[in-house]
């Protein structure tokens, strides 16, 4: 063991780990482009890109020199009463590639904080207002965040059920599976026609964590027509589907019918920074001002526009201008779909589905879609023995790797995974 994982058991407490059974964790110890260094030399293909978000992949030179440039001007600025350039630049930028009526940028850290203020602003709204309206609508299996009212509209279960009693009320529409949509629309319905719903969020065309599930946006504007029509502030959580995750830059360019809040982490910082942003429009900003303090958005945090992440995050927004990201983008599109069609053939795998650069399957296990499934445990091992980092939700497995990757990685990845299948993989039988 070297002295690093001794250290780390010592003193390091993970996320989203069971420390009693855990594996000792890798020791990355270089990143660049679309591959993971191990201290023993060993090399792995980064398939999610490092927890979604390295979207241009590591140590990309142009947004190391914005960084290095931002340090050497300002490193960090208290931000209540003082601005600085690359926040600005960063907010006019955003603004200018989301829907018009989306103006304001207010900064955070991490995308669970990004989804707490939409929250909080849409509570203050109407409370400002006066107007009691506290009701939320939520989807399904959604993931919003790890903080508390993040939790509270996301999905209940194991991973939250300690907490349960602490989180707001929060009524759930069913996730549309093709079948259902007439049937959750006349749910949400009813449920407006109370007059007490407040706000409505969902991530739009795909849940992540749930296991990258998709849906249309077909679906999605008759849900948001039906919100709007009731007065009902809608958040597009778009921490995972944001740059250029679906095929567009944002999940919401698939849509007729636009949000009053996105927030955003993840791809806003190619995975470089902690940045967090929850843009909305003047009619919410408007409703927070006023001669009393109180009627201000109370809120903010140490690291809020931290010059050096706003810097990256311009630099980010620079490779999109740029013909790779773009073409990175329709090659993974393109290249997903030529695999999907090889998935198609697998008696084994189930529930293909494809958006954008995201491609994700079930393996049947007799269990449905579970993230409990020892598939997990026995994938994970396989892929990284062939030198690819993949982390499956349960039974699904996923790639969403990074723009950069060339054909020949991106084939590694899938020849891996066709071979766990017809050879790796073993299903336990379930009665
Ligand atoms: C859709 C969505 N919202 C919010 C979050 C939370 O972001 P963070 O982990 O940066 O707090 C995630 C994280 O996976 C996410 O996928």
Same mark, same amino acid.
């Given at each position: 063991?070297?002295?690093?994982?001794?250290?780390?058991?010592? %003193?390091?407490?993970?996320?989203?780990?069971?420390?009693?059974?855990?594996?000792?964790?890798?020791?990355?110890?270089?990143?660049e482009?679309?591959?993971?260094?191990?201290?023993?030399?060993?090399?792995?293909?980064?398939?999610?890109?490092?927890?979604?978000?390295?979207?241009?992949? %590591?140590?990309?030179?142009?947004?190391?020199?914005?960084?290095m #440039?931002?340090?050497?001007?300002?490193?960090?600025?208290?931000?209540?009463?003082?601005? %600085?350039?690359?926040?600005?630049?960063?907010?006019?930028?955003?603004?200018?590639i989301?829907?018009?009526?989306?103006?304001k940028?207010?900064f955070?850290?991490?995308?669970?904080?990004?989804?707490?203020?939409?929250?909080?602003?849409?509570? @203050?709204?109407?409370?400002?207002?006066g @107007?009691?309206?506290?009701?939320?609508?939520?989807?399904n299996?959604?993931?919003h965040?790890?903080t508390?009212?993040?939790?509270?509209?996301?999905?209940?279960?194991?991973?939250?059920?300690?907490?349960?009693?602490?989180?707001?009320? !929060?009524?759930?529409?069913?996730?549309?599976?093709? =079948?259902?949509?007439?049937?959750?629309?006349?749910?949400?319905?009813?449920?407006?026609?109370?007059?007490?719903?407040?706000?409505?969020i969902?991530e739009?065309?795909?849940?992540?964590?749930?296991g990258?599930?998709?849906?249309?946006?077909? &679906?999605?504007? #008759?849900?948001?027509?039906?919100?709007?029509?009731?007065?009902?502030?809608?958040?597009?959580?778009? !921490?995972?589907?944001g740059?250029?995750?679906?095929?567009?830059?944002?999940?919401?360019?698939?849509?007729?019918?636009?949000?009053?809040?996105?927030?955003?982490?993840?791809?806003?910082?190619?995975?470089?920074?902690?940045?967090?942003?929850?843009?909305?429009?003047?009619?919410?900003?408007?409703?927070?001002l006023?001669?009393?303090?109180?009627?201000a958005?109370?809120?903010?945090?140490?690291?809020?526009?931290?010059?050096?992440?706003?810097?990256?995050?311009?630099?980010?927004?620079?490779? &999109? =201008?740029?013909?790779?990201a773009?073409?990175?983008?329709k090659?993974?599109?393109?290249?997903?779909?030529? &695999?999907?069609?090889?998935l198609?053939?697998i008696?084994?795998?189930?529930?293909i589905?494809?958006?954008?650069?995201?491609?994700? &399957?079930?393996?049947?296990?007799?269990?449905?879609?579970?993230?409990?499934?020892?598939?997990?445990?026995?994938?994970?091992?396989?892929?990284?023995? @062939?030198?690819?980092?993949?982390?499956?939700?349960g039974?699904?497995?996923?790639?969403?790797?990074?723009?950069?990757?060339s054909?020949e990685?991106?084939?590694?990845?899938? @020849?891996?995974?066709?071979?766990?299948?017809?050879?790796?993989?073993?299903?336990? #039988? %379930?009665?």
């Open positions: 063991m070297s002295s690093i994982i001794e250290k780390d058991k010592k %003193h390091v407490w993970h996320p989203f780990t069971q420390h009693f059974t855990a594996e000792n964790p890798m020791e990355i110890v270089r990143a482009g679309v591959r993971l260094y191990d201290l023993a030399g060993n090399e792995y293909i980064d398939a999610n890109s490092s927890w979604w978000v390295n979207i241009h992949g %590591h140590g990309n030179t142009h947004i190391g020199k914005a960084m #440039k931002q340090f050497n001007q300002i490193d960090h600025i208290v931000f209540a009463g003082v601005t %600085h350039p690359k926040a600005v630049e960063l907010a006019e930028r955003i603004t200018k989301l829907p018009p009526e989306l103006e940028v207010f955070s850290d991490n995308g669970s904080t990004s989804v707490e203020i939409a929250l909080k602003m849409i509570i @203050q709204y109407w409370h400002n207002k @107007q009691n309206k506290k009701r939320f609508l939520a989807m299996g959604s993931y965040g790890d508390f009212g993040a939790m509270s509209v996301g999905q209940r279960g194991y991973f939250n059920a300690p907490f349960e009693p602490f989180f707001f009320d !929060v009524d759930y529409i069913d996730f549309p599976n093709g =079948e259902n949509e007439d049937l959750i629309l006349l749910h949400a319905q009813s449920l407006f026609e109370t007059g007490e719903f407040a706000g409505m969902l739009p065309l795909v849940q992540g964590a749930a990258m599930r998709m849906y249309s946006a077909a &679906f999605l504007d #008759k849900l948001a027509s039906l919100a709007k029509e009731n007065d009902v502030l809608i958040i597009y959580d778009e !921490v995972m589907t740059f250029g995750r679906t095929g567009k830059m944002f999940a919401t360019d698939y849509c007729e019918v636009k949000p009053d809040f996105i927030t955003l982490s993840k791809g806003l910082t190619a995975g470089v920074m902690a940045l967090g942003l929850t843009v909305t429009s003047n009619k919410i900003y408007n409703a927070f006023g001669k009393e303090m109180t009627k958005l109370l809120h903010g945090h140490s690291f809020t526009a931290n010059p050096i992440a706003c810097a990256v995050a311009c630099a980010n927004l620079d490779l &999109f =201008e740029q013909p790779r773009i073409q990175g983008m090659n993974l599109d393109l290249w997903n779909k030529e &695999f999907r069609k090889e198609e053939e008696e084994i795998v189930t529930n589905r494809q958006q954008g650069t995201i491609i994700a &399957f079930e393996i049947k296990t007799g269990e449905g879609n579970t993230y409990f499934s020892d598939i997990k445990a026995q994938a994970y091992a396989y892929f990284l023995n @062939q030198g690819i980092l993949i982390r499956p939700l039974n699904v497995i996923f790639v969403n790797a990074p723009l950069i990757i054909k990685d991106y084939d590694k990845i899938t @020849q891996s995974i066709l071979a766990f299948l017809s050879e790796g993989c073993r299903i336990k #039988k %379930h009665n």
